[in-house]
């Protein structure tokens, strides 16, 4: 019996476990380590229309059961993702996400467009939350109408189902996922990072060179356990799950909170194989719990 | 290949002020070949320090299957890891990156080793692949001061040493730079903090060859996060890079802006 497979918008699954955008690059890395095919998706790294070089460093900074980072969409652009990185992912039998990002509307229309023709991109996962860059990015991550009017143009050009990725950035996340579901979202993914900072002590400066920069890891998992909580219960459409997911355990309590698949970012960068470890795992704790497949976990918090 | 592993604690001792030498037996040693190439150490189990720690392979012994770690007690991380006792396991990740091209000495060649402080450490393993190349290897060690020098006797039994402090409390007062001035050598592998490798490559680049390690803040160390990039000499302001993870640390001087 696989107690793992599922079916989302645009993707079936072997198994619910990804790699996060951005904590993957776009696969190379880790395809010297495991093979991806084993992964239930890849979500790549944000791409842009043109390349992006990012943020001067330091550009990452530890904190207590967590990370800060301002990579800052560094990325080889469009052109560059659409014939060297997806060509090279096609040999893996396993859906890409495109992670799509943009400062302006236009950009994300025109890297949408082009990317979800690309044969091996099942879905596109937009990426309205980076907390990273100057301009664009978080305003359409935190008023309502513009991550709407957005999500409506961008699933009028692509090819494929469209996730809008969430900020946790927001006074109120369920208004964010009812517009995006407005405009047409197939799914939600949450949560991107939330926005920090720390100093250094001898000096009283920034570590990081951008000096604020998004927290990931375990330490924000309340935070999106409480999100994907409430936002599941607003909205009819399926969430991807991702903010500090380390292990199977973890796994299942997001899916109780109501996600029905989940993405694992900084827990690559502990352990490189922490994806392959999470879903070697997963089926014998759903065999403890007493569960016969994963979606019966879904939503088991409601009420 | 990058594997990990629970490596074995076969000694761990404080050589100088703050310095530790960990020794460690693990199966990865076999995969260590090339000399600058660094592991990543998860310090502690658990979520605090979450991230692992970029660490210099000072040592490879393929017979013991052991390798050496020399690391100064900094932070919350090392500070950890200079507890860990004989015995205890450490768990690592490598080896990683790319080090420093012994073949660009010819045997019979001069190749001077320029270290400073805690960039000595990658410098005795390069030495010794150099020497059994037959190539002549000068240490130029620096350090702060006294205390804080390590490994000079090692790096004596190799070849011509150095050694510099900045407060002049042991051997040439003043910078690795106002030794090498008065050397002559073919080829220069240097690792240290900034300042140093930019003199070295302000000054010698030109008419040698100069290799350089760099550090830079990291989170996954495998090439995957886009944490550690630099920019390319040539395309100062563009968008080509390189990361010092993975491409590097060890670039020829004047291959990435410092
Ligand atoms: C390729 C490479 C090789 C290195 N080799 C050695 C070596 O052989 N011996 C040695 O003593 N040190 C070496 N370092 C530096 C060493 O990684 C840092 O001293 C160490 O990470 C500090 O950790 P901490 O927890 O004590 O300090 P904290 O300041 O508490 O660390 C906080 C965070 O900052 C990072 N960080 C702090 N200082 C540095 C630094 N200088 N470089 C990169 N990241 C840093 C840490 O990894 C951690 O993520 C090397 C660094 C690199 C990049
Ligand atoms: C270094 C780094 C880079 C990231 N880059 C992106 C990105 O390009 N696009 C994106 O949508 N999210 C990006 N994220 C956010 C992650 O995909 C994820 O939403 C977040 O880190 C929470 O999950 P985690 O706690 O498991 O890391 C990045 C996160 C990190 C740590
Ligand atoms: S540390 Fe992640 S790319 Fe270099």
């Known amino acids: 019996m696989n107690r793992l497979e599922i079916n989302l918008p645009g993707l079936h699954l072997k198994n619910p476990v990804m790699p996060a955008s951005g904590c993957f690059g776009f696969g190379r890395e880790f395809g010297s380590l495991y093979n991806l095919s084993d992964l239930g998706a890849i979500m790549i790294k944000a791409t842009t229309v043109e390349p992006r070089f990012g943020n001067p460093t330091p550009r ?29 992912l096609a040999q893996y039998d396993v859906p890409i996400i495109a992670n799509v990002a943009g400062s302006t509307e236009e950009d994300y229309v025109e890297v949408a467009k082009r990317i ?44 494929v189902p469209v996730y809008v990725k969430l900020s946790p950035n927001v006074t109120n996340i369920v208004e964010m996922a009812k517009a995006v579901e407005d405009g047409g979202a197939d799914g939600l993914t949450m949560i991107n990072t939330l926005l920090g900072m720390r ?48 292990r199977a355990e973890d796994v299942i309590e997001f899916f109780y909170a109501g996600a029905s698949a989940v993405a694992v970012g900084t827990a690559n ?12 795992d997963l089926p014998e704790l759903l065999e403890q719990l007493g569960f016969d497949h994963i979606s019966e976990c879904t939503g088991r918090s409601w009420k | 290949m990058i594997v990990n592993e629970n490596c074995t604690i076969v000694s761990q001792k404080e050589i100088a002020a703050n310095i530790y030498e960990l020794i460690l037996r693990g199966e990865l040693s076999a995969e260590m070949k090339e000399p600058g190439q660094f592991v990543h150490v998860k310090v502690a189990d658990g979520h605090d320090p979450l991230l692992r720690r970029p660490i210099s392979i000072a040592n490879i ?65 390069l030495s010794q692949q150099l020497v059994s190349r037959g190539v002549k290897v000068i240490h130029v060690l620096g350090f702060q001061t006294k205390e804080a020098v390590f490994y000079e006797d090692k790096f004596m039994e190799l070849g011509q040493t150095f050694v510099t402090t900045v407060d002049g409390t042991y051997g040439t007062k003043g910078f690795v730079t106002d030794v090498m001035k008065d050397l002559s050598f073919d080829t220069i592998y240097s690792c240290g903090p900034k300042a140093m490798l930019k003199a070295v490559e302000a000054n010698y680049a030109a008419d040698k060859k100069v290799y350089l390690s760099l550090e830079e803040r990291m989170g996954c160390g495998i090439g995957a996060c886009f944490a550690c990039v630099c920019h390319t000499a040539d395309d100062p ?5 390189k990361k010092v993870c993975t491409d590097g640390p060890v670039f020829r001087a004047g291959e990435v802006v410092l």
Not at chain 1, 269 to 279: E, H, L, M, S
Not at chain 2, 95 to 116: Q, R
Not at chain 2, 237 to 241: C, E, K, P, R, W
């Open chain 2, 237 to 241: 302001t563009g968008f080509s890079y």
């Open chain 1, 60 to 88: 990452v900074a530890e904190t207590s059961a967590g990370m800060l980072n301002a990579i800052g969409l560094q990325n080889p652009g469009l052109e560059k993702v659409l014939n060297e990185e997806l060509p090279w």
């Open chain 1, 199 to 246: 100093l250094d002590l001898k000096t009283g400066n920034p570590i990081l060179a951008n000096k604020t920069g998004g927290l990931s890891g375990p330490g924000i998992k309340p935070v999106a356990i409480r999100m994907i909580y409430e936002v599941s219960q607003q909205v009819s459409i399926p969430i991807i799950g991702m903010g500090g997911i380390e």
């Open chain 1, 269 to 280: 960068f502990v352990d490189p194989f922490a994806c392959p470890k999470i879903i070697k």
């Open chain 2, 61 to 125: 012994n393929h017979e013991k299957k052991e390798f050496t770690l020399i690391y100064r007690q900094e932070g919350r991380g090392t500070t950890l890891l200079s507890t860990k006792k004989e015995s205890e396991t450490v768990d690592i990740l490598g080896p990683l990156g790319h080090g420093f091209p012994i073949e660009e000495t010819e045997p019979g060649e001069t190749a001077l080793l320029v270290g400073g402080g805690i960039g000595v450490p990658p410098l005795y393993e």
């Open chain 1, 116 to 159: 979800s023709t690309a044969p091996n991109v099942h879905a596109l996962e937009l990426n309205i939350s980076c907390p990273n860059v100057k301009t664009g990015g978080i305003a359409f991550g935190t008023i309502p109408e513009v991550a709407k009017s957005l999500t409506k143009k961008v699933k009028e050009v692509s090819e």
